[in-house]
């Protein structure tokens, strides 16, 4: 069964940074993504990486977040930076296996305060 479990999120203030990590329990011999829902909000896709380390981020989150992975570890990072409060939400880890089949974390909760 495929685990994925989230750490490092918090409080931090507008500016401030954090960095997420996402353990799988399983080879992420996939595409790894980070996904965001606010309060109130649709899930919304932040970022995501290949397994050859192409990268994909939201218009909202270029140039201040940085998706990076260490296979080895089977492990995916989100690097975030600059914070907003509208950065606020709860952050989930997500893996899509090429035959489709796709599995989530619990989230980890970032709220930034202005």
């Known amino acids: 069964q495929v685990q994925l479990v989230e750490s490092g999120g918090g409080l931090v203030q507008a500016g401030g940074s954090l960095r997420l990590s996402c353990a799988a329990s399983?080879?992420?011999?996939?595409?790894m993504g980070w996904y965001r829902q606010a309060p109130g909000k649709r899930r919304e896709l932040v970022t995501f990486?290949?397994?050859?380390?192409?990268?994909n981020y939201a218009d909202s989150v270029k140039g201040r977040f940085t998706i990076s992975r260490d296979n080895a570890k089977n492990t995916v990072y989100l690097q975030m930076s600059s914070l907003k409060p509208e950065d606020t939400a709860v952050y989930y880890c997500?893996?899509?296996?090429?035959?489709?089949?796709?599995?989530w974390g619990k989230g980890t909760l970032v709220t930034v305060s202005s």
């Open positions: 997500n893996l899509k296996r090429p035959g489709g089949s796709e599995y």
């Open positions: 990486i290949t397994y050859s380390g192409i990268t």
């Open positions: 399983v080879s992420i011999f996939s595409i």
